[in-house]
């Protein structure tokens, strides 16, 4: 019955409402009617006590003058003492009242006279509500009458049952009324809670249905906003995750498409005789070959991806000499540099050691002056630095990018070129796969546009961060930052 959100919610206020009404109506109910009660008895003891004094001016002992009351006691629901004002019970319509005593603690006074009030006990054991007037004495057949107190008395049910009957219609409306009122108000705040998410449900599945353009727009309540931002932000990454994944399919496609052309037109030639004499044959097989590696290099590389990207590559945890390493870098591509006329040079003072995996950590250096030579002409220049930053206003000053991605102190790595450089609109792209910002120049230097994101994914499992500056027409520099391992960055830190 309540499957929904929004009928639970009312049910829920509802029964709050009632278990709060519920107590604050006994609680106020209880002491209403005791003042009630309390009234009742007031009210009744003047006329009473008159009547008494009447009776006992024409000379009727108490006994006689209870008796004359006692139809009238039982209509009211009391019973009605003749005290005297030692307190001891002198005729009562009970007769079990007779000789007791009865204690008179409470004095209020009113335009009658002083009334005596409060509570007493039965000779039966009950408690019982009590209201006493004192009458002077009054001269009768022997010329003079003790003073007494006429009191009326009744049980806390028999003094409320009649009280009870004259505020019952007022409680049934106030009930009646407030539980309208409340359930009005459950529907509204169950409303305002439900409909929020209500929506973002629908939104929810416009998403399963393939529809990524939604954008939610709550004001309120705080908790159901947030779950609104958090919708959006998680639909902006699924439609995001959603192209990437158009992009690598189709990316990957064109990347097989290009070699397999190749392969397959040139092993038909082969087949059919098209290239004929041993040059011809040897020209084909040799392009068969190098489409083959390529695609050899496009398999590895996104095999190399999906295994760093799910956590499958488990780095090396060991104390790398980051300066040997830069070394090795350079050293292995001096000669390609010197044949392509470029002057590639090595800026790297004494360095921290870093934590990490040294053969990936060179992989990433590799890459990155790899893709330098390919875009620098002859004459141009590749420079590779590195220094250890310990405050964040000098990792801000090289790359602001870097300032709260890297915990200091931290080495960072640059390598710039004087190559054509990037242009602006190209840089956001620059790490995601497949992506090469000259494609037709690229395609002819064995690239697949996998390199920057096998590095940007290596730096990250390093606790570092990758970022590019360029300027089109001048250079491309590539920024890695590195925390240094927790020992020594420490000791180099305190001094």
Same mark, same amino acid.
């Given at each position: ?34 003042? %009630? $009660?309390?009234?009742? /008895?007031?009210? !009744? *003891? ?6 008494? =004094?009447? #009776? &006992? ?120 009324? %407030? $539980?309208?009122?409340? /359930?009005?108000? !459950? *529907? ?6 439900? =409909?929020? #998410? &209500? ?297």
């Amino acid at each position: 019955m309540l499957r929904s959100l929004r009928s639970r919610l009312i049910a829920s206020y509802v029964f709050l409402i009632a278990i709060c009404l519920t107590i604050v109506g006994v609680i106020l109910g209880v002491s209403l009617l005791q003042r %009630a $009660a309390y009234a009742r /008895l007031r009210a !009744a *003891v003047v006329p009473t006590a008159l009547f008494v =004094r009447n #009776l &006992q001016q024409r000379g009727l002992p108490p006994q006689e003058i209870v008796r004359r009351m006692d139809e009238q006691a039982q209509a009211q629901g009391l019973d009605i003492l003749i005290i005297s004002h030692q307190g001891e019970v002198l005729a009562a319509t009970d007769e079990s009242w007779r000789g007791q005593r009865v204690s008179l603690r409470k004095i209020v006074a009113s335009r009658e006279g002083e009334i005596v009030e409060g509570r007493i006990t039965s000779p039966w054991g009950t408690r019982l509500y009590f209201v006493a007037w004192p009458m002077k004495g009054t001269a009768g057949e022997d010329g003079n009458s003790p003073p007494v107190l006429v009191a009326l008395v009744t049980t806390p049910w028999r003094g409320m049952r009649a009280v009870i009957g004259d505020l019952a219609v007022g409680f049934v409306v106030a009930s009646v009324l %407030a $539980a309208i009122i409340s /359930l009005l108000l !459950a *529907v509204l705040i169950a409303r305002s809670i439900s =409909r929020p #998410l &209500q929506r973002v449900t629908a939104a929810t599945e416009e998403i399963a249905r393939g529809n990524y353009d939604l954008t939610l727009n709550i004001t309120s309540p705080d908790e159901v906003r947030r779950l609104a931002a958090s919708f959006n932000s998680m639909a902006r990454q699924v439609k995001a995750s959603r192209q990437a994944q158009r992009d690598f399919v189709a990316n990957v496609s064109h990347e097989l498409k290009t070699p397999l052309t190749s392969i397959q037109g040139y092993s038909q030639a082969i087949l059919d005789g098209t290239a004929r004499g041993e040059e011809a044959v040897q020209r084909a097989a040799g392009i068969i070959h190098d489409e083959a590696g390529r695609m050899r290099r496009l398999v590895e590389g996104l095999l190399d991806l999906a295994r760093i990207e799910s956590g499958q590559v488990v780095m090396a945890q060991e104390t790398v000499d980051l300066g040997q390493v830069l070394g090795d870098c350079v050293d292995k591509l001096a000669l390609r540099a010197q044949e392509g006329g470029i002057t590639l040079s090595l800026d790297v003072p004494d360095l921290p050691p870093v934590l990490g995996d040294g053969d990936r950590l060179a992989q990433v250096i590799t890459n990155l002056l790899d893709n330098a030579l390919k875009h620098t002409p002859s004459g141009g220049r590749v420079t590779v630095e590195a220094e250890e930053v310990r405050e964040a206003q000098a990792l801000r000053a090289i790359e602001p990018a870097l300032d709260s991605a890297v915990s200091l102190p931290a080495v960072v790595v640059t390598v710039s070129d004087t190559g054509c450089g990037i242009p602006p609109e190209e840089l956001s792209r620059i790490f995601e796969r497949f992506y090469q910002v000259d494609k037709s120049r690229a395609s002819g230097k064995s690239g697949v546009g996998l390199g920057l994101a096998i590095a940007q994914e290596i730096v990250a499992a390093h606790g570092g961060r990758i970022a590019v500056q360029s300027v089109a027409g001048v250079g491309t520099k590539f920024i890695v930052a590195l925390p240094v391992s927790g020992r020594e960055g420490v000791e180099r830190q305190s001094r």
